[in-house]
């Protein structure tokens, strides 16, 4: 079923940013819709698919298997055996002498002297006309059921013979050596994902101070003016630099705004630190410019890793011109 084959293989940064990508769009069940020239499609990642020229079910399956989407069963479709299309072709066949020269036709029955047999013998030209008793038949006859004819050997049948040829590859198969693949969709398992992506976004903050030589502190706390002990996620320092560095934690039932006036208070009583506050871009985040932010503060909103990455260098090239001590190295 994969013959639109993946061009890229799936890195842990595609994952990263896909964790990200279903989290933004609030996407919460993966949905197949399927076609015969395409296989599977499935539209809501589609954007994301054409952004790194991925195939869905290697990435979905992945994700699967780290166990962030929970694979359910949705459809099942016949498939070639050999190439795996979809594209494929179906006739019916004698069972006797194998022809495609067959046709159905319905069983009638005489209601006037009983007579049962399939249409084709009732027929006398335009007319039906009974073979037992020879009168024409009207309106007095019942419907039994359908029969197959072979035009060819005359043989009837009640069930005919199905064999494919697939418009792919050209392999003719009968049914029973057909694939009969599933189709899955995917739920997604958002306390998992959340976990995940707060994750990702401080490790690559993380790499970029590093990056920038600065050391990372443990614990990550600072005593306020006010004597407060306040925890981040990450402190990083270099000479008279100090970075304080908190992400925004959806999962965890913390409020946008209550986050913030927090981190607000935070900035308020340290004064040896800039604080930059992480937050995923969703539709909750889209009044946040009107949260003025402090000198020592900053907000990076960010929908993908590039944009949080490039917003994070940013800040810290914005630091180091500040500060007197500090030296940029690019
Ligand atoms: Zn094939
Ligand atoms: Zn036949
Ligand atoms: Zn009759």
Redesign the pocket.
């Known amino acids: 079923m994969s013959r639109t084959a993946s061009i890229v293989d799936i890195s842990s940064t595609i994952l990263d940013d896909f964790i990200l990508f279903i989290l933004q769009n609030k996407i919460d069940k993966i949905e197949p819709i399927v076609s015969p020239a395409t296989g599977p499609i499935y539209p809501k990642i589609q954007p994301f698919l054409s952004k790194y020229r991925i195939d869905a079910i290697k990435l979905l399956e992945k994700a699967a298997k780290m166990g962030l989407l929970k694979r359910e069963v949705y459809d099942k479709v016949i498939t070639c055996p050999k190439c795996g299309s979809l594209r494929l072709i179906a006739r019916l066949h004698?069972?006797?002498?194998?022809?495609k020269?067959?046709e159905s036709a319905r069983i009638l029955v005489h209601e006037l002297c009983g007579y049962a047999g399939i249409e084709l013998d009732f027929k006398k030209e335009e007319e039906l006309v009974c073979p037992n008793c020879g009168r024409p038949i009207d309106e007095d006859y019942q419907v039994l059921g359908e029969l197959f004819s072979?035009?060819?050997?005359?043989?009837r049948f009640p069930v005919p013979d199905v064999k494919f040829e697939c418009a792919e590859c050209k392999e003719g198969f009968e049914a029973q050596k057909a694939r009969y693949a599933p189709i899955y969709s995917y739920e997604i398992i958002p306390e998992k994902l959340g976990v995940i992506a707060k994750r990702v976004a401080l490790r690559n903050v993380k790499e970029i101070l590093v990056e920038h030589g600065y050391k990372l502190e443990e614990p990550p706390v600072i005593t306020g003016i006010s004597g407060i002990t306040h925890r981040f996620d990450i402190i990083g320092h270099k000479g008279d630099n100090k970075v304080a560095i908190s992400h925004f934690d959806a999962f965890s039932g913390e409020n946008l705004q209550s986050h913030i006036l927090n981190v607000l208070g935070k900035s308020t009583d340290i004064r040896d630190a800039k604080i930059i506050d992480l937050i995923s871009a969703d539709a909750s985040t889209d009044g946040l410019r009107l949260f003025s932010t402090g000198e020592n503060q900053s907000i990076i909103v960010y929908k993908t890793l590039e944009e949080l990455r490039e917003k994070f260098r940013e800040e810290i090239k914005k630091l180091e011109s500040l500060s007197p001590g500090g030296s940029s190295r690019e």
């Open positions: 004698c069972p006797r002498c194998g022809s020269n067959i072979c035009l060819d050997c005359g043989h």
